[in-house]
């Protein structure tokens, strides 16, 4: 919004500041943060009091979780509150790829919400259908994935079917074009990101950081893809538009700043699939416009494992009676092994930053 500020710079010559995206996800990250601190003591005795009992507490969960009945749960209203004001504030509202990943933020946090309602309404785990839920998300992932993939083949800048390819690390020209496939491929990867997001977030502290640690690593992507100068020198693929996202990230990273505040142990309250699904969701969706889809399950190397312990522990127990994993996600694993929280949460987030920096080195590796 306050990008129109450039046409007065004529006059105002400071107002050049806000031509520059670094400048702009700077701003929109402090914004963000300042918001969530602003408003967070609000939003957390408004949900105390309507909430009650708060999240419930899974009965076969580690016993030193059962400390923490009554913490109020929707915790990202609050994220997604600094995410969207700083987002309207700072970013260019006329970028089609700003627009698609606020809707999914908002779409997929919207989701998160009403699952977090009957949680909270019903004292259950049961919440939102699975089949609804994961439909409903695919749903507006594909949408999504459909506006931006006509917005790099209108782009032209690198082929009549730039839109619809999958590209690969490690290779500078090698690209698969999927056609209208690719919609499904990307809504997967959208609709993936959110889901592992959500199944990372069962202890204080331990989803927000590594989300953080994802979406600066992809606020670098982003802003590198969208600049035909640095794209070209790593050989990269130039995405014109996509260094946008980067003040959406940014506004991400101070809001995380912000919950974490609140969040860390003794957590104040919880995100819940408000905050996780909308999360996992906003950066499926930059790693899907940026076409560093396959780089994303390395940076979010985390959040993979943690999905594929669940995948494995229900698989291995259909099929033979018997489980792999004391407890999954896997984080409940190291906690029946008598890991503390503390250390599995911050053992976590090392191996989130070392995937991380693993992940940034496929931009050079060509």
Do not use: C
């Amino acid at each position: 919004m306050l990008i129109w500020l450039v046409e007065l710079s004529e006059h105002l010559k400071f107002l050049n500041l806000f031509r520059y995206i670094t400048f702009r996800t700077g701003a929109s990250l402090f914004t963000s943060a300042f918001i969530v601190f602003l408003f967070g003591p609000m939003i957390i005795n408004s949900l105390r009091i309507r909430q009650g009992k708060g999240q419930p507490i899974r009965a076969d969960g580690p016993q030193t979780h059962f400390k923490k009945a009554g913490t109020p749960t929707m915790g990202g209203l609050m994220i997604l509150a600094g995410i969207v004001g700083s987002s309207l504030l700072w970013a260019d509202l006329s970028n089609l790829y700003v627009v698609a990943t606020l809707l999914v933020t908002l779409g997929f946090g919207a989701i998160g919400f009403y699952d977090d309602y009957l949680k909270v309404t019903k004292q259950s785990h049961k919440g939102f259908s699975g089949k609804a839920r994961l439909g409903i998300e695919f749903v507006i992932a594909g949408i999504a994935v459909y506006f931006m993939m006509r917005t790099a083949l209108a782009s032209g800048t690198a082929g009549s079917t730039f839109g619809s390819s999958v590209a690969f690390p490690f290779f500078k020209d090698f690209m698969i074009n999927l056609g209208i496939m690719f919609v499904v491929f990307g809504g997967f990867v959208i609709v993936g990101a959110g889901n592992a997001v959500n199944l990372t977030d069962g202890l204080d502290g331990l989803a927000i950081v590594p989300v953080m640690i994802a979406a600066a690593s992809f606020g670098v992507i982003a802003y590198l893809a969208g600049n035909v100068v640095f794209a070209n020198y790593l050989q990269i693929n130039f995405v014109p538009g996509t260094g946008e996202l980067s003040v959406v990230l940014g506004a991400v990273i101070g809001a995380g700043l912000g919950f974490l505040w609140f969040n860390a142990p003794p957590a104040a309250i919880f995100m819940g699939d408000t905050g996780s699904l909308a999360l996992g969701g906003t950066i499926g969706t930059v790693a899907v416009a940026t076409k560093h889809e396959i780089v994303m399950a390395i940076i979010g190397g985390l959040f993979v494992m943690e999905t594929l312990s669940v995948i494995i522990q229900v698989g291995f127990f259909k099929m033979t009676g018997r489980r792999v994993f004391l407890m999954a996600p896997i984080h409940h694993h190291f906690e029946k092994k008598g890991w503390t929280e503390s250390q599995v949460v911050i053992r976590f987030w090392i191996v989130a930053v070392g995937l991380a920096l693993l992940g940034l080195s496929t931009l050079k590796l060509r």
